[in-house]
């Protein structure tokens, strides 16, 4: 099987949480909820520490400070139409797949929101990895109508993954 996700560990916690497995599981299981396959897509993942992902956040939301997930998407694929589904992103192949995009994940506020949530770090990982990759693909929560669409997509790809509504 060829790695949907490939994997850069900054902070070695995540190494020890198994991110590349957990990120893998989510991302499939998020292509899955929404119809697509996952050979030809490649998504791009660091596991970071909340420092690093300050710097990033700064950087490309202008907010100098810490957050639990960061994504960039490729391509620009959400629907114009508010709650309407996003444009299917064009896949490469197995040898050449087309990139989804970048996610970073912060291990202390991740660490820190599980436990306030009296959450499993695996499942709050879990969740944050198909939030993020539903992102790459064009889904959102600006709008009332998206937020609807995307959480609920949230909650039924987390189900079949044996992981409880995080809403």
């Not at 050979?39 to 950087?59: K, P, T, W, Y």
């Not at 997930?69 to 391509?75: G, K």
């Not at 959400?78 to 192949?93: F, K, M, Q, R």
Request: aromatic content about 4%; some cysteine; proline content about 8%.
């Amino acid at each position: 099987m060829v790695d949907l996700v490939e994997t850069l560990i900054e902070d070695p916690r995540w190494q020890g949480a198994g991110l590349g497995v957990l990120a893998d599981r989510a991302a499939r299981a998020a292509l899955a909820g929404v119809g697509l396959p996952p050979e030809g897509v490649l998504i791009s993942l660091m596991g970071c520490d909340d420092a690093r992902i300050a710097a990033l956040n700064a950087q490309f939301r202008g907010k100098p400070s810490p957050t639990n997930v960061l994504s960039w998407p490729t391509w620009d694929l959400s629907a114009e139409i508010a709650g309407n589904t996003p444009e299917p992103p064009v896949a490469g192949t197995a040898a050449d797949p087309e990139p989804l995009g970048d996610i970073a994940l912060a291990w202390e506020t991740c660490a820190t929101e599980a436990e306030a949530q009296g959450k499993p770090f695996a499942d709050h990982v879990t969740h944050l990895m198909v939030h993020a990759v539903l992102h790459l693909l064009g889904y959102d929560h600006i709008r009332d109508e998206d937020a609807t669409l995307m959480e609920g997509l949230e909650v039924r790809i987390l189900a079949s993954l044996g992981v409880c509504d995080p809403y």
